[in-house]
């Protein structure tokens, strides 16, 4: 012992080869013979296992086939992670690859920004990183090079899109395409049938047949035909029939059989 401190070295001997293990016993403030009954700081024992009762500190590397807590391998003989819990602070990084490999169930990889933040995942080639974020709880698809939300999937079901959608199958809607900030104007899709709406008022629906409630232009400034086989008289108040008007109110010719030059 040196300025009250109490170092002891010991074998515990068992067995009928008197094998036991080697016990190394520090202690401040004990008498030699007392040292000997207190807990060891390192114990060799006849398993060929070291237990240390404190932390290890090595200026140097530390080598070994694996990596315990307890009785739980951390980091197996191929330097896997496995069994992992949580990891409360710090960040991970790898310039490998990371899998998830779940043997029955589900894989889940859960980032959790309750306590404040966003939970975010980045994705970046040689040309464009993209981001992948909550925010009020909206789901987030940006394009970072470009500072432009491509994608935002909304807490109500609703998606918006910053561009066009291009699709190369087919496109299904349940009923309404509308025009953005103009809620009465739109278009109606119902079986069989297509109703075009704008001003709040049915322009045109087309069912077996086509009606309008206003009036049609063909050709517009320009010189449009129309090709019918037939065609008749309708009533001023109901789908019924009445008498064909031709250029009414017009004070303009009605030209039947023109050669067209």
Known sequence: ????????????????????????????????????????????????????????????????????????????????????GTISSGAITSSGNLTLTQSSGNNTLYLNSSGGGNPVIYMEDSNRKWGQFVSNSDLYFRDENGAIDALILNAGGSATFAGDITTSGDLYLSEYVYHTGDTDTYIRIQDNSWTFRTGGSDRLIIDNSATTTGDVVVGGAGNGQIKVRHIDGKSSVNTGYDALYLNYATTSPVVIGHSGS
């Open 1 to 84: 012992s040196d300025n009250n401190f109490v170092a002891s070295i010991d074998s515990r001997a068992t067995g009928v080869n008197n094998s036991g293990d080697m016990r190394f016993t520090t202690s401040t403030g004990e008498s030699e013979s007392s040292v000997y009954d207190l807990t060891p700081v390192l114990t060799l024992g006849t398993d060929n296992n070291a237990t240390f009762a404190g932390d290890i500190t090595s200026s140097y590397g530390v080598q070994a086939g694996y990596f315990k807590i307890g009785s739980t391998v951390i980091v197996n003989a191929n330097r896997d992670l496995t069994n992992i």
